[in-house]
């Protein structure tokens, strides 16, 4: 009998406890919506944490708390919640939703790929072809990235970020052709991206299509583009490859007095002048390069050649065998000299 009225007595302290638990959990929800309604969310989260405290199965409280977390951007605490919501209730729309979400906006990007495939079939939210898209972008699946930017592109015309990134995966799959229609779109929708412009004129010049590279270089820096150093340099490199030399010439000359030790452009000075046949200038900034590496052999070697081209045969000649043995592969690049000749 005795064993009986504790296992009874025991039981209604049990219920008492739990119907106290509810009813605390049940007030501080209460109080942290309405905490919540009034945008006090500091207020709101500290209340709706004590609910879930004192009902941890509260998945009114534990949703409200991961809401409140996200205005607050207590994005761990947010997903701890939706999480647990998750838990008690498989396929609660809004969890779905906002994990789907936190999981991007924090590069979580497998998370990210699993939480919108399932918000997309709960027709939870929207964009979700193009988070997927660009979550498949990111770790470089480039095949169901496109796939899933395809149907973005349909589903919402007017972002210009959909085929900018098409566009970037064709050029990480070394397509430049292909990526062009991309970038072109993406600059069309937003012509303020001034960055995507000279992406676009560096791609051009990579296919290569300098004609159209030098448009897009001009078209970029007009729009706000920082014409550093290397904007000049690729600038002039296009200007030479479609035949104007002493436009291309006149701008590495700029980026020269900046960069007057820069070999590779010291060396593309001169090469520049040897094709324009003004053999003087080139040999004189073939000469600048041997002051700083007295062992370049193919700059001795191009200022042999421009002093032949001068009429200067013997002393040519002489400077050029001497690079040679300095260098034994250069014989392969007075066949390839002779050839061009």
């Known amino acids: 009998m005795k064993n009986v009225l504790l296992l009874v007595s025991s039981v209604f302290f049990i219920q008492l406890a739990t119907s106290q638990t509810n009813d605390s959990s049940a007030f501080y929800y209460q109080k942290g919506m309405a905490e919540k309604d009034s945008r006090l969310y500091m207020v709101a989260f500290n209340d709706l944490q004590k609910s879930t405290f004192f009902k941890g199965d509260n998945v009114d409280a534990q949703r409200a708390l991961g809401l409140t977390s996200l205005e607050l951007k207590k994005y761990d605490n947010a997903e701890i919640a939706f999480q647990k919501v998750e838990e008690i209730k498989k396929d609660d729309a809004v969890a779905i939703e906002n994990l789907a979400n936190l999981y991007f906006w924090t590069h979580q990007w497998p ?95 990579t296919i290569p299509d300098d004609k159209s590279a030098i448009q897009y270089y001009l078209l970029a820096a007009q729009k706000g583009y920082k014409t550093d150093n290397d904007y000049w340099e690729n600038l002039s490199d296009s200007y030479i490859a479609v035949g104007q030399p002493e436009k291309g010439v006149e701008l590495m000359l700029k980026v020269l007095e900046k960069k007057p030790a820069d070999l590779v452009l010291l060396y593309s000075v001169a090469d520049a002048y040897y094709h324009l046949k003004k053999y003087q200038e080139a040999i004189d900034y073939w000469d600048k390069i041997l002051f700083y590496d007295k062992d370049n052999a193919k700059a001795l070697y191009m200022i042999g050649m421009a002093y032949q081209k001068k009429g200067d045969t013997d002393k040519g000649r002489q400077l050029c065998d001497k690079a040679i043995e300095m260098d034994p592969s250069l014989k392969n690049l007075k066949h390839e000299i002779k050839m061009d000749m």
């Open 111 to 205: 998370q990210a790929i699993e939480y919108a495939k399932k918000a997309q079939q709960l027709n939870a939210g929207k964009n979700w072809n193009y988070i997927i898209g660009k979550c498949y972008y990111q770790q470089e699946d480039y095949g169901n990235s496109f796939k899933y930017l395809q149907a973005a592109a349909k589903d919402d015309t007017a972002n210009a970020e959909i085929p900018y990134l098409q566009a970037r995966s064709f050029v990480d799959m070394n397509n430049y052709k292909a990526a062009i229609a991309f970038f072109k779109r993406a600059i069309q929708l937003d012509s303020t991206k001034f960055q995507w412009t000279y992406e676009c004129a560096l791609t051009y010049a």
